[in-house]
């Protein structure tokens, strides 16, 4: 598979787990929270296969502060809610593969 299909599944796959649209995780506007969480688990997913701006293009033309912050947002809560992090570990889990295949050096 592809870096772009595997970003394209991961994107998909976000959306689905939080049951958000694609649309939404990738919009300009900060979102509802649900969006948020999907958006900030996407940029967690993202970071090991691509630089900060990349992925701040990628998503709703952000800032690299704002890839940081969400990374951030999802280490802190992987310890404070567990429903959250089943679902962040599965995700991780799913695409760990690519994630060692496509990791920037």
Sequence with gaps: MTKAKVIEKMILRCAAVFEVSVADILAKPRGARDVSRARNVLFYLLRPI??????????????????????????????????????????????SAARREFAMD
């Design 50 to 95: 691509m630089p900060t701006a990349d992925i701040g293009s990628l998503v709703g033309r952000r800032a690299c502060s704002s890839v940081y912050g969400g990374c951030g947002y999802v280490e802190m809560y992987l310890n404070k809610d567990s429903d959250f992090r089943v679902a962040v570990m599965s995700l991780t889990t799913e695409f």
